[in-house]
């Protein structure tokens, strides 16, 4: 597994399998930052620049919630694309990402949950699961609900979850 630290510098593009499967890419750029201690002042060292790809649940979140500029962190597999132009071979770096998310040491974020309403006795209920945590908000596509792409209602209070992350 890689880690990369880094920043969103194109838009995710969303798109799906030929199976119906969610998919998402964007690229992403890491900056080296270290300390001269002959200067005594912090430098830009190398960097690095590639796609990253993402399936599935993960392809849906990232296409709601990342945009340009966003500090990310994403972990996957590094994979090695080839292909031709005007008969020359060339060579592209992907990251196949497994986690991904906003890097809070560079931003903040405010967090949707989708979670079952766990009783007051913390035991088992017979209430729906994905019950609401939130009073009055019914799923049933009532103000207070959201609905996910191919998922039933989520039972998450509006919120804007599309917000931009802001710098801390």
């Known amino acids: 597994m890689t880690t990369v630290v880094g920043t969103v510098i194109s838009e995710v593009r969303a798109g799906q399998t030929r199976e119906g499967h969610a998919s ?32 599935r649940q993960l392809a849906e979140n990232v296409t709601a919630a990342l945009r340009k500029g966003d500090p990310v962190v994403a972990q996957g597999r ?19 990402a497994t986690t991904l998310g906003p890097d ?19 035991g088992s209920d017979s209430s729906e699961p994905g019950a609401s945590p939130v009073p009055g908000a019914g799923g049933d596509g009532a103000p207070g609900t959201r609905t996910a792409p191919g998922s039933s209602p989520s039972r998450v209070p509006d919120h804007p979850a599309a917000a931009p992350l802001v710098p801390a």
Not at 78 to 96: C, F, N, S
Not at 104 to 122: F, Q, T
């Open 78 to 96: 590094l994979h090695t694309r080839d292909y031709d132009i005007e008969g020359q071979r060339r060579y592209a770096v992907e990251l196949v």
């Open 24 to 55: 998402a890419s964007f690229r992403v750029a890491s900056n080296e930052r270290r300390y001269d201690r002959g200067t005594g002042q912090w430098v830009d060292g190398d960097r690095l620049f590639l796609t990253v790809r993402c399936w």
């Open 104 to 122: 809070l040491a560079r931003c903040r974020v405010d967090l949707l949950r989708d979670r079952r309403e766990i009783p007051a006795g913390g």
